[in-house]
């Protein structure tokens, strides 16, 4: 798994034109071990998953935090 900075361009190019989900913020772009890419989203609840085409998958929040931390 690998984070990586935001970009001015991630959110349009990995979530298109859609808004994020209400009170998400944008925490970088996400590789997963799968080879799925998208933007790393921490919603209002603290919950860090993967946005990707206006879709959200739900991450291994152990791990994704061991990340934000190595970063």
């Given at each position: 798994?690998?984070?990586?900075?935001?970009?001015?361009?991630?959110?349009?190019?990995?979530?298109?034109?859609?808004?994020?989900?209400?009170h998400?913020?944008?925490?970088g772009?996400?590789?997963?071990?799968?080879?799925?890419t998208?933007?790393?989203?921490?919603?209002?609840?603290?919950?860090?998953?993967?946005?990707?085409?206006?879709?959200?998958?739900?991450?291994?929040?152990?791990?994704?935090?061991?990340k934000?931390?190595?970063?």
């Amino acid at each position: 798994m690998r984070i990586s900075k935001l970009r001015a361009m991630s959110k349009p190019l990995f979530w298109g034109d859609r808004p994020l989900p209400e009170h998400a913020e944008m925490k970088g772009v996400l590789e997963t071990d799968n080879g799925k890419t998208g933007i790393l989203l921490k919603l209002k609840d603290g919950m860090y998953v993967l946005g990707m085409a206006g879709n959200i998958l739900q991450l291994n929040q152990e791990k994704i935090r061991r990340k934000l931390r190595e970063a």
